[in-house]
């Protein structure tokens, strides 16, 4: 499957942002799914998954309760709303997949959005 991120920008802190994920040339509806992003100088962090079966998506402890995450395979669309957004959160955000690993470890991923830059001022 090809992966496609789009959305992100520059917004202030307290503010909302979207980035979404589109999916073609795969069976979207059987690949894990994931978030991940990468602020400057550090390493790919884990922000959330949601797996193939309809699973209820989980989220790293850093996002939980202000991102969202949904998919939509009608339309091989994978979203992440995020809200109440803060300086920390300024990273690129990439999308993943896999059909046989969901882990929070990002190695594992064979399928990878080309990334998204989110930047929150403060």
């Known amino acids: 499957v090809q992966l496609q991120a789009s959305g992100g920008g520059l917004v202030q802190a307290g503010g909302s942002l979207s980035v979404s994920c589109a999916g073609s040339g795969g069976q979207f509806n059987r690949y894990h799914l994931a978030w991940f992003r990468q602020a400057e100088g550090k390493d790919r962090e884990f922000v959330g998954r949601i797996r193939w079966g309809g699973a209820r998506p989980d989220y790293a402890d850093s996002v939980k309760g202000r991102f969202t995450m949904s998919r939509d395979n009608a339309d091989s669309l994978l979203s992440l709303q995020m809200t109440n957004l803060k300086p920390e959160d300024t990273a690129v955000y990439f999308c993943?997949?896999?059909?046989?690993?969901?882990?929070?470890?990002?190695?594992?991923?064979?399928?990878w959005g080309q990334g998204t830059q989110v930047t929150v001022s403060s």
């Open positions: 993943a997949g896999d059909p046989f690993y969901s882990d929070p470890d990002p190695a594992g991923y064979h399928y």
